[in-house]
């Protein structure tokens, strides 16, 4: 399914904790993630970039967990709905059985947001099951997705962990007092 989601996401998008793209002044700003390394990073052409976050010891063709981070490339104007939406019905299509859940939608700091979690039984890639959460943040030139992934079913304290990771997750612009940026950050990993 990483797979999947990647191309569907290298199609519109890709950052790590207060990226700024060149020429802009929005940063996403996310905590830092204690016992994880960054995997694989890349930058295309067209300005998408993409961060991905495995624990001590995995890759990100071995993994249980990851964290990925994208940033869109440079005018890509969708709201989180359409933008997430467009994720789950590949996510639907490659995964038979596949489940998707809206969490949450609205407004922070000023940026349209959203919350999906996708469920597949069975990844045909990998034969295990996969549990993703993303957290879509609509920009003024990027859509910038953060997004949680397992091969296991999670125990609840995992879920909740990680959703209130993703809900400290926010976009901000550091020349604008529309979106401002708070005055202390989390440390970047």
């Not at 990226?19 to 002044?25: I, K």
């Not at 059985?97 to 999906?116: D, H, Q, T």
């Not at 125990?155 to 993703?166: A, F, G």
Request: glycine content about 8%; charged content about 15%.
């Amino acid at each position: 399914m990483r797979y999947v989601i990647a191309s569907l996401l290298a199609s519109l998008l890709v950052a790590p904790t207060a990226f700024a793209q060149s020429g802009g002044s929005e940063q996403l700003l996310r905590p830092q993630v204690p016992g994880y390394v960054k995997a694989f990073e890349n930058t295309e052409a067209d300005g998408a970039r993409l961060w991905e976050y495995v624990p001590n010891g995995e890759n990100v063709q071995q993994w249980t967990e990851m964290l990925t981070v994208t940033a869109s490339r440079p005018g890509v104007q969708a709201t989180p709905r359409q933008f997430l939406g467009f994720i789950e019905s590949g996510w639907k299509g490659a995964c038979p059985g596949g489940e998707s859940s809206w969490i949450r939608e609205g407004e922070e700091n000023g940026y349209p947001f959203a919350l999906l979690m996708l469920t597949c039984p069975n990844n045909p890639a990998s034969g295990k099951p996969e549990y993703t959460w993303f957290k879509g943040i609509q920009g003024a030139n990027h859509f910038y997705v953060v997004q949680k992934a397992y091969r296991f079913a999670p125990e609840r304290e995992q879920v909740v962990s990680w959703v209130q990771y993703l809900s400290k997750v926010q976009l901000c612009d550091a020349q604008g007092s529309a979106h401002p940026c708070p005055t202390t950050r989390p440390a970047a990993r």
